[in-house]
């Protein structure tokens, strides 16, 4: 999507549409990563898989047949549903068959693939686009899907609840399911997203609609915590654990870092699109995701597995991504292609390394049984910091962008249209006179480094909060035990605290 969104919103005339394609997908995995593993827990695992890559086709069926905006937009909601599900699925089936011991390898393991999918995807959807059109790198997933069926249906048969139990238990376990946080959450989300995405784009600042979506969304999100905290049985925000330093500043990395890498994941295929490569060269800008993301991912795993230690690892792949941020930030017209590909690949391999390592401080922090419950607090700020980043980064970039135009092409004659054209199409550049197209791309790029600049700013705030993450002490034992007969809760290593 970071690739093709360029594409689909030049064809359905609306630049704007961007933070819609990109956080449509993530309002929908995040209003549903933190219920599917209590929904597995009842309906079982194998119809949780089976469900969400139902869901999954029909959202990317919706985006190949779309016609017009708001169906493109449903779809890329219904497909995050699925895919959401299908991520958090997967984690949980490993947890169910991985002894824990193994399970940083097999963790590392599934971040190869992950990683691999997050850097061929775009190159796959550019190549689909220059060949065929965008919509052919939705459709082709159906068949894909159509055979993970199948998979499942063949290997799945002895997992999860059998069909009486479900009619017995259900009700009584659903009543479990917080599924009032959930919508508040989502409902947080898409007023925080409308509000930043039409301001200064769509209608002014000052219209009504930016002044009543955003308020909204602050009491939303309230209530949201009122209802974690008071209301529901089994909250997806248990508020608790944030009580605990280490928890909470290990959630804000994970927050502040998916803020600033989504903005650079959508937002540097537009930046090469702007300098006029291909939609296919552009997405070859993400392959860095696909080779430094599992790289760190495995670095860190076998570094904090031989010393003990996360702490100084965590901190190294926080610098590295603020290195690849300020990089990112100082891209010009001029800049060497190869040269934005390298800063990709630094801020890839420093989430690889943070998404292990921050897992280890969250689990270390807790008790045993205590563990899936805050590895989904752990999804649910990367799902909002996904979100959130990309909507702020759209808010960002429309709003520079459309400020510069009119500064620089303002006294034309034929302003308005010109300026109305190219903020809608990447097509519209091209059929410019030479000497206004260069104009049209300076403002571009203005847009484009005040949107990596907010990137350096999150990638700070990243800083801050892992150098407050304490380093815990890692037994070598399930049990946490090596010392002691009884172990009531996590040690610390005040060695280094």
């Known amino acids: 999507m970071a690739t093709l969104a360029a594409p689909i919103a030049t064809e359905f005339n609306s630049l704007s549409l961007l933070a819609w394609l990109a956080t449509g997908f993530l309002v929908g995995q995040a209003a549903t990563q933190p219920l599917s593993g209590k929904l597995t827990d009842i309906f079982s695992r194998q119809w949780g898989l089976v469900v969400s890559n139902c869901i999954f086709a029909m959202g990317n069926i919706i985006c190949g047949l779309a016609q017009d905006n708001s169906t493109m937009i449903v779809g890329r909601v219904v497909a995050g549903v699925g895919g959401g599900c299908l991520n958090t699925i997967a984690t949980i089936i490993a947890s169910d068959l991985i002894p824990l011991r193994h399970r940083g390898l097999w963790q590392g393991i599934g971040n190869v693939f992950w990683g691999l999918g997050n850097g061929l995807g775009g190159l796959f959807g550019g190549y ?94 309230c209530t949201f915590i009122y209802v974690e905290q008071n209301v529901a049985r089994e909250p997806i925000l248990p508020l608790h654990f944030l009580r605990d330093r280490t928890i909470l500043c290990a959630c804000l990395t994970n927050w502040t870092f998916h803020m600033g890498l989504y903005i650079i994941i959508f937002y540097i295929p537009i930046y090469y699109r702007t300098l006029g490569v291909s939609t296919t060269r552009a997405g070859e800008a993400l392959i860095p995701l696909g080779v430094f993301l599992p790289l760190g991912s495995l670095t860190a795993g076998i570094t904090t597995s031989s010393t003990g230690r996360y702490k100084n690892v965590l901190t190294g792949a926080l610098l590295l991504n603020l290195a690849g941020a300020v990089g990112s930030a100082m891209n010009t017209l001029t800049t060497p292609l190869w040269l934005p590909m390298v800063y990709i690949g630094l801020m890839a391999f420093a989430m690889g390394a943070m998404l292990v390592v921050t897992l280890v401080a969250f689990t270390s922090a807790v008790e045993i049984f205590e563990q899936a419950l805050v ?108 010392e002691d007969n009884v172990v009531k809760g996590p040690q610390r290593d005040t060695s280094e605290d």
């Open 128 to 221: 689909m686009n220059d060949v065929w059109n965008w919509r052919i790198a939705f459709l082709a997933q159906t068949p894909l899907t159509i055979a993970s069926l199948v998979i499942i249906g063949c290997q799945f048969k002895t997992i999860g609840s059998s069909t009486p139990r479900i009619i017995d238990k259900s009700r009584s376990l659903l009543s479990r399911v917080d599924f009032l946080g959930s919508s508040l959450l989502i409902s947080t989300l898409v007023l925080f997203l409308l509000g930043l995405t039409s301001g200064g784009n769509l209608v002014p600042w000052s219209h009504p609609l930016v002044w009543t979506s955003l308020p909204l969304s602050l009491v939303c999100f």
């Open 375 to 482: 590895t989904s607090l752990s999804y649910v700020f990367r799902a909002t910091g996904s979100v959130m980043g990309t909507a702020i980064g759209s808010a960002v970039y429309q709003s520079v962008l459309g400020h510069d135009l009119w500064a620089r092409l303002g006294n034309m004659d034929e302003a308005a249209d010109i300026i109305g054209s190219v903020k809608d199409s990447l097509d519209a550049v091209e059929q410019l006179p030479d000497q206004l197209q260069m104009v049209v791309r300076t403002s571009y790029m203005q847009a484009l480094k005040a949107t990596f600049s907010t990137t350096v700013g999150f990638a700070v705030l990243a800083v801050v909060s892992g150098l407050l993450v304490k380093q815990l002490k890692l037994h070598s034992t399930l049990m946490r035990n090596e």
